[in-house]
């Protein structure tokens, strides 16, 4: 890579250099019509709890579904669903079915109604914890928090020794986001690994207490 300069870039940019997970959020309506949308502001909220929260914009049929049912499941994609990004991103109507549309098979989840979406590696079933309403610069959005009442991951990427799961086999759909649009990667193994006991003077985790593994069917 060069070196020499920078470029002052135009602040609202900040979402298009770091690269972001693409997660779907599957949600049924009251009618039971299945929803699916890509999502990509989503996190974790720290470590040892177990709640996720969502940006999202306030004109979502997601926002909807999750607003009057208080649930959600999030479903992280590998690569080979990249072509399902536009499929469920399309504005349509409120009635109209996304997994038929997209093509997109279900997956019966175990704590919530909303489905969840079959061929992902990894499912995250949320009832509703919270929403943050507020309206910035005119534009109004919610934080929408959850909190993981089932948590699953495919077995043949996970390693129940010690919790790691394998990104190369898995290859996490991402993105990240330029003028013209948004262009998809993966993430990669650098080799490099480091306890989370290493961040204190004990070298102790004090949170080890929590990693307790349950094993799934
Ligand atoms: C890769 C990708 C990431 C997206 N991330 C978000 C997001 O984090 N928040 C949001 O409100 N919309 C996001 N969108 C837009 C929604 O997916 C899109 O508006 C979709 O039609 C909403 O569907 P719904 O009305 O069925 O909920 C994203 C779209 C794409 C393609």
């Excluded at 699916?36 to 996720?52: E, G, K, N």
């Excluded at 129940?160 to 330029?178: C, F, Y």
């Excluded at 990667?185 to 004990?202: C, L, P, Q, V, W």
């Amino acid at each position: 890579m060069e070196t020499g300069g920078n470029m002052i870039l135009e602040n609202f940019k900040r979402e298009s250099l770091i690269p972001l997970p693409v997660v779907f959020i599957s949600t049924i309506s009251e009618d039971g019509i299945r929803n699916i949308a890509p999502y990509s502001c989503v996190m974790p909220v720290l470590r040892p709890l177990d709640l996720v929260c969502v940006a999202s914009a306030k004109m979502r049929d997601t926002y909807a579904n999750i607003k009057s049912t208080q649930e959600f499941v999030l479903n992280m994609p590998g690569v080979d669903m990249a072509d399902k990004v536009i499929p469920t991103a399309m504005h349509v109507p409120f009635n109209v079915d996304e997994f038929e549309l997209a093509g997109l098979k279900e997956r019966p989840s175990k704590k919530v109604k909303a489905p969840g979406i079959d061929g992902c590696y990894a499912w995250m079933e949320c009832k509703l914890h919270s929403i943050h309403e507020e309206v910035y610069g005119g534009f109004p959005y919610l934080l929408i928090l959850g909190k993981v009442v089932h948590l699953e991951v495919e077995d043949n990427i996970y390693n129940k020794e010690d919790g790691s799961w394998d990104i190369e086999k898995a290859k996490p759909l991402m993105m990240t986001g330029s003028d013209r649009g948004m262009h998809f990667s993966t993430a990669s193994d650098i080799g490099k690994f480091e306890t989370f006991g290493a961040m204190f003077e004990d070298g102790k985790d004090p949170l080890s207490w929590m990693h307790k593994e349950k094993e799934v069917q």
